[in-house]
Every structure is written in C-alpha cells, then in structure tokens.
C-alpha cells in the first residue's frame, strides 16, 4: 500500500505525461516524460517486457532534459502530476 504522500503510478502510462516541480528551478517547473529507461542488462527480455528505471522528463521553458529514478516521481512533495 502506498503511503500517504506517494501517488500510485502505473509505468506503462508515464511516457508524454505531464508533471509539476513542487520546488521550481532556473524557470523550470513544468515538465514532460519524453523517454523511459530499462535497466541496462543486455541478457534480459525485450524493453517492453522488464520494468522501468529512469525517466526523461524535458522542461517546457527552456528544453532541458533531466534524467531520474522514476519512483521518485511518486513523491509528493517534489512532483505534482498535471501542470498547476
């Protein structure tokens, strides 16, 4: 069960979705999944059968990639999902 200040996120319908820094930075608070990342195991089922590790998310304003754990999109208290 997820606490309390976690969203539930199904990873299979992160890609193109849309997310808000809780502490914006350089400009930089809304942002786009562009890209999900497998673990890199080249002995390992195909993309679209393992979980995935990171995310691309790119910053609306300025362009700027950022690459991160996925899970810590869940964490309330440095992302909000949608644009606010």
Do not use: C, Y
């Amino acid at each position: 069960m997820a606490s309390p200040n976690r969203l539930r996120l199904n990873p299979k319908k992160l890609l193109l979705s849309k997310w808000t820094a809780a502490q914006p930075q350089q400009k930089e608070k809304h942002f786009i999944v562009i890209k999900l990342i497998a673990p890199d195991t080249s002995a390992e089922p195909p993309m679209s059968a393992m979980p995935i590790e990171w995310v691309d998310l790119q910053a609306v304003h300025s362009g700027r990639v950022l690459r991160l754990p996925w899970l810590q999109l869940s964490e309330q208290a440095l992302w909000q999902q949608g644009w606010k």
